[in-house]
């Protein structure tokens, strides 16, 4: 260990020392041409110092001569400085190596170097091998069939590269990228392929639904004759039915077998409806010939073939009459025998006459043959003789409307014409049912106001082209009708599910906003369900409304309580508003928020204007706290510039060489004054840091004038000039701990301490000193005392008696208090 220690020191003072001497004797001084001056020991170890600094500083120092000063540098914080730039591994190493038992703060800074390099190296090792493991994994997946769990697999992955692509070189990158982009695009196929499956499904069953729809509407008219209302009904039912279907077969193929059903079967509604539409359009006719007395077999056959009713729709009674008038010839009406009868007849008869003369005269057509029908049908009812003398007249009137019917025909024919080929022409656009279907009927009434067409090939054209235009639409209005059935049973369902809920729910343990949901959501859903037919509604709909007005006052009885509860939070946020201190204000405004959005249900309406004055409370007291921010950053920003130029004035005291160091005392005190403020963070780091420097430079100024003082009272001892009285009270103390009688060892010892070169005769006593301070210091010695420079001196003055000092000593020992 001494061994090692000699040559350690041998290394920091060689280029400070010359060749070595005898050591003299205890008093004894060395020859002057033998021993060199104490300052050129000095100039030679501080131009070591300095230039091992110069090397320190240079940007292209090397690694080799950074690891040279770490071993070699003559003071700790170059060694210091140098291991810290130190990164390359033999060369730290190497310092590790030979720091290693010599200079502590050198070994553990290089050992904790090496450690953070083997760290960031495993660390760098580990990215790579999670990187190559994730561009394998993601080129596996992008070519795998197993697609189970495929898209959680690729989330995975993604997240994974999310924390390491910022460590990925570009290479790497670019792969894992396009592996993790495939894999993308297979999702997005699986997506598509799964929602192409699924439309299908839904396409299936739209169409399984339609013909199902189909079935039973035609089940149902050939059960019952339909009535002359269900018209519009099966003219939707035909419309959405064929748009549904046209959706369901979209982009999908269909069986042969299936839609050749579903054209029978939409043939056959199509028929149906024709029919029913024939049947508005000759009531009136059906009307009068079953309505006549004799009942005309003739008339009533030509209705049936122009009815044509089909063979599978049930027939509707007035059809039946027709059949029957059609097969029976009714008996002729015997004669009226009661006067009054007779007299009213004939009055009927005088009375239709008249109007019908009214109407030729005003040569209206239409009117014209309404009353002449009249006419004859009540003349048929007056019998005998009576009747016959207005058959001169009726024939006279008759004749009179055929020419005007004749006249009427050439004049309104173009017309009529034109009214056929705007029907042909409407036949063939395509337009919205609704709209098709008011063309159409403002075109019959065209055709009627122009008071029909004795040209039947005209009529026959213009009906054609009507049932043609009307078919598109007939489809339209049967699905409306079927539809309204269907809207009935599911409100009609929904009725049931309310039902069922209401009686099975606890309303002590109920979910407030499941049970507001269902009211919304039923609500909702009964909207939907519509068109339905009125008079079957009728019953459900006030089902619906009893059922829904027990929900809602339940509803209304827990959002009237939530109500209250917020109006509460409402009026204690007010109360916040002015309550001091300011942050209670803001803990509890939180804390309201947090119970308000605990609340459940409220009104709508009601809520938003509660939440308006809570959030206008909520907002006054943050705007309190907000103000209060803004005098403190103004207070700060005026007590930032205040306590900068005590900074400034503290620097120029710094920077002044002949500063006085009382005015350090007042600087200290402003500062401190300066730092209780409210300034900055930033300013309050700034005052700190002044503060040390003033503390520090105050501290060596006393310390400088305490070193004067000692080496003052060295010179005086040492002259025999200096008594005890002048001297500190506690250096009695001092110099009892230094326990050093022989002068040469301590001034050596103050050499040590104060990191002052020796002179060669005495650089074995200094070793051997040394080796004494180092054993003690390894036994841990606590019984020896740390020696101070003042202790030395304290020993000096007090106790070593004036004939044992010299000049050289005292000079030395003044020397050493400079450095210390």
């Known amino acids: 260990m001494a061994a090692f220690i000699q040559r350690l020191f041998q290394k920091r003072f060689s280029a400070a020392t010359s060749q070595t001497s005898p050591r003299k004797g205890r008093g004894d001084t060395a020859p002057e041409q033998e021993n060199p001056s104490g300052k050129e020991t000095r100039d030679a170890a501080q131009n070591t110092i300095d230039h091992q600094r110069a090397l320190l500083a240079q940007p292209e120092c090397s690694q080799r001569t950074l690891a040279e000063l770490a071993i070699d540098g003559l003071a700790a914080d170059i060694r210091l400085e140098a291991a810290r730039g130190l990164t390359d591994r033999d060369q730290l190493q190497q310092v590790q190596k030979l720091a290693r038992g010599s200079d502590k703060g050198v070994y553990q800074l290089v050992r904790h170097t090496l450690q953070e390099q083997r760290r960031q190296e495993d660390k760098a090792q580990a990215t790579r091998d999670a990187l190559a493991t994730l561009l394998r994994q993601a080129s596996e997946l992008a070519l795998t069939r197993d697609t189970n769990l495929y898209e959680a697999r690729l989330q995975k992955l993604e997240q994974q590269w999310q924390a390491l692509e910022a460590e990925s070189d570009n290479d790497t990158r670019t792969q894992v990228l396009s592996a993790l982009h495939q894999c993308r695009q297979r999702v997005r196929e699986q997506e598509l392929q799964r929602q192409a499956e699924k439309e299908q499904q839904a396409q299936q069953v739209q169409r399984k639904e339609t013909l199902e729809l189909l079935q039973e509407t035609l089940a149902e008219l050939g059960g019952e004759a339909p009535a002359q209302s269900a018209l519009p009904a099966l003219d939707a039912l035909q419309r959405t039915q064929e748009n549904r279907w046209l959706e369901a077969t979209r982009d999908t193929e269909v069986a042969h077998q299936e839609q050749k059903l579903f054209e029978q079967r939409m043939q056959a509604l199509r028929e149906a409806i024709a029919a029913l539409r024939r049947l508005a359009n000759l009531q009136d006719e059906i009307d009068q010939t079953l309505n006549s007395g004799t009942g005309d077999a003739e008339a009533a056959r030509h209705l049936l073939e122009q009815l044509n009713w089909p063979r599978g729709l049930a027939q509707p009674e007035v059809v039946q009459g027709l059949a029957r008038a059609a097969r029976d010839r009714a008996p002729e009406q015997k004669p009226a025998e009661d006067p009054d009868i007779l007299r009213q007849k004939t ?55 055929r020419e005007l019917g004749d006249w009427h025909g050439f004049a309104t024919k173009p017309k009529q014409t034109a009214l056929c080929e705007q029907m042909e022409y409407l036949a063939e656009q395509p337009m919205e049912p609704e709209a098709k279907a008011d063309r159409i009927q403002e075109l019959q009434q065209e055709w009627r106001e122009l008071g029909g067409s004795s040209d039947r090939e005209l009529w026959q054209r213009f009906r054609t082209a009507s049932d043609k235009a009307f078919e598109p639409c007939r489809a339209y209005f049967e699905a409306r009708s079927d539809l309204k059935k269907v809207h009935l049973r599911k409100r009609q369902s929904l009725c049931d599910e309310l039902q069922r809920y209401l009686e099975t729910v606890d309303w002590t343990q109920v979910d407030w906003k499941a049970a507001e949901q269902i009211e919304k959501t039923a609500r909702q859903e009964w909207r939907e369900a519509w068109p339905v037919e009125f008079r079957d509604n009728r019953p459900v709909q006030k089902t619906f409304d009893q059922l ?13 309580r939530n109500e209250a509860r917020k109006q509460a939070i409402v009026d204690r946020a007010r109360e916040l508003v002015e309550h001091t201190p300011l942050p209670d204000a803001m803990n509890e405004a939180k804390e309201l928020q947090k119970q308000w959005q605990a609340i459940g249900i409220t009104r709508h309406r009601e809520d938003r204007k509660l939440w308006k004055a809570f959030r206008g409370a909520c ?14 950053v103004r207070a700060s920003g005026e007590a930032d510039e205040a306590a900068d130029m005590v900074v400034s004035r503290a620097r120029t005291w710094l920077d002044d060489h002949d500063a006085e160091p009382d005015a350090a005392d007042q600087l200290l005190a402003e500062l401190k004054e300066a730092g209780n403020g409210p300034v900055s963070g930033q300013m309050q780091q700034s005052l700190r840091k002044i503060a040390g420097e003033l503390e520090e430079r105050r501290q060596q100024m006393r310390h400088q004038a305490s070193v004067r003082h000692w080496q003052r009272w060295v010179d005086l001892h040492q002259r025999g000039e200096l008594g005890p009285v002048q001297l500190p009270d506690h250096w009695q103390a001092l110099a009892a701990r230094a326990q050093l009688d022989d002068p040469q060892e301590l001034v050596v010892l103050a050499e040590i ?25 390894l036994e841990g010695d606590q019984g020896t005392p740390a020696l101070s420079p003042e202790a030395l001196v304290a020993r000096w003055c007090l106790v070593l008696p004036p004939e044992d000092l010299t000049p050289e000593l005292s000079e030395r020992l003044q020397r050493a208090l400079e450095l210390a």
């Open 347 to 401: 009055a009927q008869l005088d009375q239709a006459l008249d109007r019908l003369e009214q109407a030729l005269d005003a040569r209206q057509l239409k009117e014209s043959r309404h009353f002449l029908k009249q006419a004859q049908s009540v003349q048929r009812q007056i019998p005998g003789r009576d009747g016959n003398r207005y058959r001169a007249r009726m024939q006279r009137l008759a004749g009179q409307v």
């Open 548 to 560: 829904m007005t027990a929900l809602s006052s339940r509803l209304d009885e827990e959002r009237s």
């Open 753 to 777: 301490l104060g990191g002052h070169p020796s002179p060669e005769t005495d650089q074995p006593l200094r070793m051997e000193l040394q080796v004494r301070r180092l054993k003690q210091g």
């Open 619 to 632: 907002d006054a007291i943050f705007a309190r706290r907000d103000e209060h921010r803004q005098q403190q």
